[in-house]
């Protein structure tokens, strides 16, 4: 059975990094598109990022660029979100997607996603 799960979230103080993590049991990351997105309580869901299969290009909503960055862990079988220099407007539950897509773009629809986890940005 292929699934995802995010750990990593929690309460951290504006300014500070958090680092999440997206695992996946039953299939290899690698061969997958791998998307993060957000959700803050009363909003629509955002993209945040996501990591491409062919070439590893990674690409970012403007809200987040400079700031967050994704990558592959092959051998782990995960892909991360580092957080920097975080912000209240940051605090959302993340959740991780994946999609079979071969290509150095990232698509717009994902098949598989993990639970989410909480981000709490708040002194």
């Known amino acids: 059975q292929m699934q995802l799960g995010e750990s990593g979230g929690g309460l951290v103080q504006p300014g500070g990094s958090l680092r999440l993590s997206c695992a996946a049991s039953?299939?290899?990351?690698?061969?997958?598109?791998i998307g993060w997105f957000r959700q803050a309580p009363g909003k629509e869901r955002e993209a945040v990022s996501c990591?491409?299969?062919?070439?590893?290009?990674?690409y970012y909503a403007d809200s987040v660029k400079g700031r967050f960055s994704t990558s592959r862990d092959t051998a782990k079988n995960t892909v991360y979100l580092q957080m920097n220099s975080l912000k209240p407007e940051d605090t959302a539950v993340y959740y991780c997607?994946?999609?079979?897509?071969?290509?150095?773009?990232?698509?717009?629809?994902?098949?598989?996603w993990g639970q989410g986890t909480q981000v709490t940005v708040s002194s």
């Open positions: 997607a994946a999609e079979s897509f071969y290509s150095s773009s990232c698509p717009r629809e994902y098949s598989y």
């Open positions: 990591i491409s299969v062919s070439d590893g290009s990674t």
């Open positions: 039953g299939f290899t990351l690698d061969y997958y598109a």
